[in-house]
C-alpha cells in the first residue's frame, strides 16, 4: 500500500509562475490536508478537507489554493509563486470523525525564485 | 491564539538512557493528542496518540504522560538508540466551531542520541 503520494518531490519555480503540487492517498480516508513546514515554526496548515466535494481554510491560506473532486486527491495549487512561499510542503490524510491520526506524505520542497 | 509549543528546542542523550521530550499545550478544549517523529528529509510518522480522557498511555519503547491539570504532555523513550535521533512533534487535535478538525503542531524538538 503506497499510503500518500507527493509529486513533485522538489521544484524550483520562478516568481510570479503557477505550480500545482499533487498529492493522492490510497486508504479511502475522508479528511486531507496540506501544511507548510519553515524551519522554526513547525508545521502550519494550508487548507484542509473534511470530506471530497469540501474545503476549508486552514492557518495559513492567503496564496494557495485547494480542489477535492474525489476522495483521494487534493491538489494545492499556487496561482501566483512568491519567494515567501518557498517551503516543504506535507500532504496528509485522516479518517473522518473523532480525532485520529494523520499519515503524510514524503514532502515537496518547493523553491520559489 | 492558543497554541502548541515545546520546552526544549534540542535535547542531547546517551546511548541507552531514557529520553524524555515535553510539550505545553494552552488549549483545554483539546482532546486528542499525537506525538511524531521526523526524520532529515521525510514526513511525520506517527509515534504515539493519547485522548483527554486518559493519562499515560504505553507504546512499544515509548510512554506518553498527559497532565490535563497544568497542560503537560510528555513523550518518554526507552534505552534511546541513535535511530531514534530526529525532530520530534506534539500535535493537538480539536474540533472548531467551524467543524474543522486538524492536527496543530509544536515547532518540534531536535533528539539528538550520542553513541
Known amino acids: 500500500t503506497a499510503g500518500i503520494t507527493q509529486a513533485p518531490t522538489s521544484q524550483i519555480l520562478a516568481a510570479g509562475r503557477s505550480m500545482t503540487l499533487r498529492c493522492t492517498q490510497d486508504?479511502?480516508?475522508?479528511?486531507m490536508y496540506w501544511y507548510r513546514q519553515d524551519l522554526g515554526l513547525g508545521l502550519r496548515l494550508i487548507h484542509y478537507?473534511?470530506?471530497?466535494?469540501?474545503?476549508g481554510k486552514g492557518e495559513v491560506p492567503d496564496g494557495y489554493s485547494v480542489s477535492r473532486a474525489n476522495t483521494d486527491d487534493f491538489p494545492l495549487t499556487l496561482a501566483s509563486a512568491v519567494p515567501s512561499q518557498t517551503s516543504v510542503y506535507f500532504c496528509?490524510?485522516?479518517?473522518?470523525?473523532?480525532?485520529?491520526?494523520?499519515?503524510f506524505g514524503q514532502g515537496t520542497r518547493l523553491t520559489v525564485v | 491564539g492558543e497554541s502548541v509549543g515545546l520546552h526544549l528546542p534540542t535535547l542531547s542523550v546517551q546511548e541507552g538512557d531514557n529520553s524524555i521530550i515535553n510539550c505545553a499545550y494552552s488549549?483545554?478544549?483539546?482532546?486528542?493528542f499525537i506525538w511524531y517523529k521526523q526524520e532529515s528529509g521525510k514526513g511525520p510518522q506517527f509515534i504515539i496518540d493519547?485522548?483527554?480522557?486518559?493519562d499515560k498511555r504505553q507504546g512499544q519503547r515509548v510512554t506518553v504522560l498527559l497532565n490535563k491539570t497544568v497542560k503537560h504532555l510528555s513523550l518518554q523513550i526507552a534505552a534511546t538508540q541513535p535511530g531514534d535521533s530526529a525532530v520530534y512533534f506534539c500535535?493537538?487535535?480539536?474540533?472548531?466551531?467551524?467543524?474543522?478538525?486538524?492536527?496543530?503542531f509544536g515547532s518540534g524538538t531536535r533528539l539528538q542520541v550520542q553513541p
Open positions: 496528509a490524510s485522516s479518517e473522518q470523525g473523532t480525532g485520529t491520526e494523520a499519515f
Open positions: 486508504m479511502r480516508h475522508n479528511a
Open positions: 478537507s473534511n470530506t471530497a466535494g469540501t474545503t
Open positions: 488549549n483545554s478544549a483539546s482532546d486528542y
Open positions: 493519547i485522548r483527554s480522557n486518559m
Open positions: 500535535a493537538e487535535n480539536i474540533e472548531e466551531d467551524t467543524g474543522r478538525r486538524a492536527l496543530t
